[in-house]
């Protein structure tokens, strides 16, 4: 069946701009994640979504970036006013709700010039 | 807090030698452990996990690694590396109700001739 698919696979942005990128779970999958990969800070949690219930925002870096889920399928991470730093590969993560194995798509790689 | 230490950033290993790439937890409960591996341009792809039980699991691809408690650590092992098995491998350890994964810095794996 198909996989975690993300879009764009690259983004080039300037410094201040907003920038959307998207992810599409596993159907039927009703858990979702946002990881960011970057050679400075490796691999971190930005965000989960489990069905209806509040994400856990806890990763988030800062104010500037938001994600929303909407019909408990596709999701969206919204980076506003992006900075260089802010420069990494962006990875989506779905899981079934009673498994624990989390399936990886192949990023958004996102540079900030 | 939480956190995964994989001690060694480079390891290189002959095709047909042994491998064991070290991973350290801390964790104040049981932890979910993973190991995922990432191919250049490819995403994140599960090679194995323990929640519980056996200490020594098995995985995909011929990898196998062994929980141990008093050490706090994961490691992952395999009998004999092939060329493709050239990757970078992260130790991961899952939390709360989502399992959200807290990552080490990644070990890359070299395989000369």
């Known amino acids: 069946g198909a996989g975690v698919s993300q879009s764009p696979s690259n983004k080039v942005t300037e410094k201040g701009k907003d920038v959307e990128l998207r992810c599409d779970p596993i159907s039927g999958h009703t858990a979702l994640y946002w990881y960011r990969q970057s050679l400075g800070q490796g691999l971190e949690f930005l965000i989960y979504?489990?069905?209806?219930?509040?994400?856990?925002k806890s990763g988030l870096p800062s104010d500037r970036f938001s994600a929303e889920r909407t019909g408990g399928s596709v999701s969206t991470l919204t980076i506003q006013r992006t900075q260089q730093e802010d420069s990494a590969v962006y990875l989506c993560a779905s899981r079934e709700a009673r498994a624990d194995t989390q399936y990886f798509g192949p990023g958004t790689r996102l540079t900030v010039l | 807090a939480q956190s995964v230490t994989q001690p060694d950033i480079h390891i290189t290993v002959s095709e047909g030698a042994s491998l064991e790439l070290r991973c350290n937890y801390s964790y104040g409960a049981t932890p979910y452990l993973f190991w995922y591996v990432q191919s250049p341009g490819q995403g994140l792809q599960l090679l194995l996990k323990y929640f519980s039980g056996d200490t020594l699991v098995q995985g995909i691809k011929g990898f196998e690694a062994e929980f141990k408690r008093s050490q706090s650590s994961f490691n992952l092992r395999k009998p004999s590396v092939h060329w493709s098995d050239a990757a970078e491998y992260f130790c991961?350890?899952?939390?709360?109700?989502?399992?959200?994964?807290?990552f080490g810095k990644g070990t890359s794996l070299l395989v000369t001739p």
């Open positions: 979504f489990q069905g209806n219930s509040a994400p856990d």
């Open positions: 991961a350890v899952g939390a709360g109700a989502g399992y959200a994964l807290n």
